[in-house]
């Protein structure tokens, strides 16, 4: 006969242990998908790659988001998912007040900002800003505003 008897002792530990283990798998499986960065950065790049002014909204299903200039990143359930912008660098616009909240809610850049140098260093510093995690919104907001020779995709 080839192989062990079935009376074996240590046999029975052995398939005990396997079972213990792949319970422990199974648990530690997330329960839900990742979230879907690309299709954020893709809605992103498609408003900052047009030639004239846009909007675009995109559902985000996430817990917390981290915006740079050339990256989102969005983690839920303890998964996280990056995805970059083709078309950069954006501006990460904080949440909370300030023109440029006020600008990628709809206002103009004109009314919000004294002059075109004001609002591109207002972009310029939002960029330079070291990335952090917060709260995710609903919706990834993207707007992408011309005002002379400024041009900047705005992102929050």
């Given amino acids: 006969m080839l192989g062990s008897p079935v009376e074996s002792w ?6 005990a ?8 798998v ?8 990742p ?13 900052a790659a047009s030639p004239y002014d846009a909007v675009g909204e995109h559902p985000l ?3 917390a988001v981290r915006l740079s200039s050339r990256r989102i990143a969005l983690r839920r359930d303890g998964t996280t998912a990056r ?10 616009v904080p949440p909370g007040e300030g023109p440029l909240r006020r600008v990628l809610a709809g206002g103009s850049p004109a009314e919000r900002f004294d002059s075109r140098a004001a609002f591109a ?9 070291d990335p952090t995690w917060r709260p995710a ?20």
């Fill in 83 to 92: 995805a970059g912008f083709a078309f950069g660098p954006v501006v990460p």
């Fill in 26 to 33: 199974a648990v530690e499986l997330p329960r839900t998908t």
């Fill in 35 to 47: 979230p879907d960065a690309a299709a954020a950065a893709a809605t992103v790049d498609g408003v």
């Fill in 10 to 15: 240590y046999l029975w530990v052995g398939l």
């Fill in 61 to 63: 299903r996430a817990d």
């Fill in 137 to 156: 919104p609903d919706r990834l907001t993207v707007r992408h505003v011309s005002w002379g020779d400024v041009d900047a995709t705005l992102v929050g």
């Fill in 17 to 24: 242990a396997a079972s213990v283990a792949l319970v422990g």
């Fill in 121 to 129: 260093s207002a972009a310029e510093r939002a960029r330079g800003r």
